[in-house]
């Protein structure tokens, strides 16, 4: 095989893993025509390869209307109505559907390049009924509707540091109002009269005028002595001690960041540079190697990071030039061309480290990130450069102790982390081969909605080569 740009043979190497889908998209994907200028590429979320093979046939349209569509939404929902008419398909669920929209651009003419990709997820019977509906009537269909609650809500202590100002919710239960109480609200109200009844004090006593919970061991460092000074609020919640030998750390530690604009590159992406939704644990391992000044990334190897998001960032789509070596010097012309970019607006982000397994406990990356967010000793951190996550140019706003600003992140709104799983969606970088793609190693996972909480240990992602 030789490259078009070099006159001696050249080679190309990737793992099985990446090789496979290219076989799969020649007979799992479906092409469609928007008109005579741009098309689509539809992708299904393939969960089963045995039932697959149904699924693709039904996927197929059967009639010249069938394959015409509006837009790259029209063919992933049309696909679903086809499989859901499908009596063999209809009693499995629907495939989610990822759809890539390919036109000329400006600057490639002569092709067409990718400029648009949306995920479809699996269409209800309503969604897919209106379609349908919408499809034969060919008119626009406009719902307006108003949700009215007859009841009022009141409100509880929740939570540890939450106090009384959240609400609680009501329903209605066998023709009576009951109000909802969380395990957080039973938990809050054991801990507050454990300090009541407890002779010795507890742990944790709630200050109301400062609204926050005081420690008086807050690592729980007297397990991890003997004989230890221990409160009976410290196991009764729950915790978790990871070592027998000695006491390590608690929990994984977590790291607030914020970032105002940002792209977390798939590594697949050419010509549209898409973002994922987090940043990659290769790409949360790198900030805080960055944040600690830390230039050998095989330093801290066999630790374990993983990230969550707050609610649903703005995804916006803007021009700019991108560098591909086609020849040498690096700065020729010929190396730049323009392409456009996804980007995430106002990212929120917690990143929980944790260093248990790392093969030198005695300077874990943990450890350092501790001193590099601890005011008294932020100032002994030699590094260089700004500090950003991501690309270069997207520079971080705030990086804080999770501790520290906890009680306002609460009210942030839904919160979605990183779990690994074997038959995950979402397939993210833990090491990058930077020279090539055959040295890259992936995680597979989900983006699952959780609560404010450190993910467990064998959730999260190794970082290993």
């Given at each position: 095989?030789?490259?078009n740009?070099?006159?001696?043979?050249t080679?190309l190497?990737?793992?099985?893993?990446?090789?496979l889908?290219?076989?799969?998209?020649?007979?799992?994907?479906?092409?469609?025509?928007?008109?005579?200028?741009?098309g689509?590429?539809?992708?299904?979320?393939?969960?089963?390869?045995?039932?697959?093979p149904?699924?693709?046939?039904?996927?197929?349209?059967?009639?010249t209307?069938?394959?015409?569509?509006?837009?790259?939404s029209?063919?992933?929902l049309?696909?679903?109505?086809?499989?859901?008419?499908?009596?063999?398909?209809?009693k499995?669920?629907?495939?989610?559907?990822?759809?890539?929209?390919?036109?000329?651009?400006?600057?490639?003419?002569?092709?067409?390049?990718?400029?648009?990709?949306?995920?479809?997820?699996?269409?209800?019977?309503?969604?897919?009924s209106?379609?349908?509906?919408?499809?034969?009537?060919?008119?626009?269909?406009?719902?307006?509707?108003?949700?009215?609650?007859?009841?009022?809500?009141?409100?509880?202590n929740?939570?540890?540091?939450?106090g009384n100002?959240?609400?609680?919710?009501?329903l209605?239960?066998?023709?009576?109002?009951?109000?909802?109480?969380?395990?957080?609200?039973?938990?809050?109200?054991?801990?507050?009269?454990?300090?009541?009844?407890e002779?010795?004090?507890?742990?944790?006593?709630?200050?109301?005028?400062?609204?926050?919970?005081?420690?008086?061991?807050?690592?729980?460092?007297?397990w991890?002595?003997?004989?230890?000074?221990?409160f009976?609020?410290?196991?009764?919640?729950?915790?978790?001690?990871?070592?027998?030998?000695?006491?390590?750390?608690?929990?994984?530690?977590?790291?607030?960041?914020?970032?105002p604009v940002a792209?977390f590159?798939r590594?697949?992406?050419?010509e549209?540079?898409?973002?994922?939704?987090?940043?990659?644990?290769?790409?949360?391992y790198?900030?805080?190697?960055?944040?600690?000044?830390?230039?050998?990334?095989?330093?801290?190897?066999?630790?374990?990071?993983?990230?969550?998001?707050?609610?649903?960032?703005d995804?916006?789509?803007?021009l700019?030039?991108?560098?591909?070596?086609?020849?040498?010097?690096?700065?020729?012309?010929?190396n730049?061309?323009?392409?456009?970019?996804?980007?995430?607006?106002?990212?929120r982000?917690?990143?929980?480290?944790?260093?248990?397994?790392e093969?030198?406990?005695q300077?874990?990356?943990?450890?350092?990130?501790?001193?590099?967010?601890?005011?008294?000793?932020?100032?002994?951190?030699?590094?260089?450069g700004g500090l950003?996550?991501?690309?270069?140019?997207?520079m971080?706003?705030?990086?804080s102790?999770?501790e520290?600003?906890?009680?306002?992140?609460?009210?942030?709104?839904?919160?979605?982390?990183?779990h690994?799983?074997?038959?995950?969606?979402?397939t993210?970088?833990?090491?990058?081969?930077?020279?090539?793609?055959?040295?890259?190693?992936?995680?597979?996972?989900?983006?699952?909605?959780?609560?404010?909480?450190?993910?467990?240990?064998?959730?999260?992602?190794?970082i290993?080569?």
């Open positions: 095989m030789r490259h740009a070099f006159s001696t043979p080679k190497y990737d793992l099985p893993a990446q090789i889908p290219l076989y799969f998209a020649l007979v799992g994907c479906l092409p469609l025509s928007v008109n005579r200028g741009s689509v590429l539809l992708i299904p979320d393939v969960t089963n390869l045995i039932t697959f149904a699924i693709r046939a039904a996927m197929t349209p059967k009639t209307r069938e394959c015409q569509i509006t837009i790259a029209d063919a992933a049309q696909t679903q109505l086809r499989l859901r008419a499908t009596e063999e398909v209809h499995r669920d629907l495939p989610a559907c990822h759809v890539v929209t390919f036109r000329p651009t400006p600057w490639a003419s002569q092709q067409k390049s990718r400029v648009d990709t949306i995920t479809v997820e699996p269409g209800s019977d309503e969604v897919l209106q379609t349908s509906l919408i499809r034969e009537l060919h008119m626009s269909l406009h719902v307006f509707g108003n949700i009215v609650t007859p009841f009022g809500t009141a409100a509880i929740r939570a540890e540091n939450e100002i959240t609400t609680l919710q009501k209605i239960w066998h023709g009576a109002p009951h109000s909802t109480v969380s395990a957080e609200a039973i938990r809050f109200a054991l801990l507050r009269l454990l300090a009541e009844a002779d010795t004090g507890t742990n944790r006593s709630w200050n109301e005028d400062a609204r926050v919970n005081e420690w008086e061991d807050h690592e729980f460092k007297g991890g002595e003997k004989p230890g000074k221990t009976i609020d410290d196991d009764l919640p729950g915790f978790i001690v990871r070592s027998i030998d000695r006491f390590r750390e608690v929990f994984a530690f977590e790291v607030y960041v914020t970032v792209c590159r590594g697949m992406a050419r549209y540079l898409e973002t994922e939704l987090i940043p990659p644990p290769s790409t949360c790198g900030f805080l190697l960055s944040l600690v000044g830390e230039t050998d990334r095989h330093r801290h190897v066999r630790c374990r990071v993983t990230s969550g998001i707050f609610g649903e960032p995804i916006s789509v803007v700019r030039t991108v560098w591909r070596v086609k020849s040498t010097p690096l700065g020729s012309a010929g730049t061309r323009p392409d456009y970019q996804q980007l995430l607006t106002d990212v982000l917690i990143i929980w480290l944790d260093s248990s397994e093969p030198d406990q300077e874990t990356l943990e450890r350092r990130v501790r001193r590099a967010l601890n005011p008294a000793e932020r100032g002994k951190i030699e590094r260089f950003s996550l991501g690309e270069s140019r997207h971080v706003d705030i990086v102790a999770l520290s600003c906890q009680h306002s992140l609460r009210q942030q709104g839904d919160f979605r982390m990183f690994v799983a074997e038959a995950g969606r979402l993210l970088p833990v090491w990058v081969d930077h020279v090539g793609s055959s040295g890259t190693r992936y995680a597979t996972g989900n983006l699952e909605n959780t609560e404010l909480g450190p993910p467990a240990l064998d959730r999260m992602p190794v290993s080569p």
